[in-house]
């Protein structure tokens, strides 16, 4: 298939190698832009749920403390320059 496809670009050995890249990056676009977006509300890759062994959602049970503080999560900005 290749070798076909080679064979019928047009120009030599430049217009070869042009037509070669335009035609890889035109189907990573079509890939990219309308292929991708099409199939992935149909792939699993979202579809992620993190429970524990008793059900509760989160990987910790309701009487585990958590290990770290949780108001330090969002520290004050750092004055500007």
């Known amino acids: 298939m290749y070798a076909w496809l080679w064979r019928k670009l047009p120009f030599g050995l430049p217009g070869k190698l042009i037509g070669a890249l335009g035609l890889a990056v035109a189907t990573v676009a079509l890939l990219w832009y309308v292929v ?6 149909i792939l699993p890759f979202d579809d992620v749920q993190v429970s524990t062994e008793d059900g509760v959602p989160g990987g910790a049970s309701v009487d585990e403390d958590i290990p770290y503080p949780t108001d330090s999560d969002n520290p004050a900005p750092s004055p500007s320059r």
């Open 36 to 41: 991708f977006p099409w199939a992935e509300p």
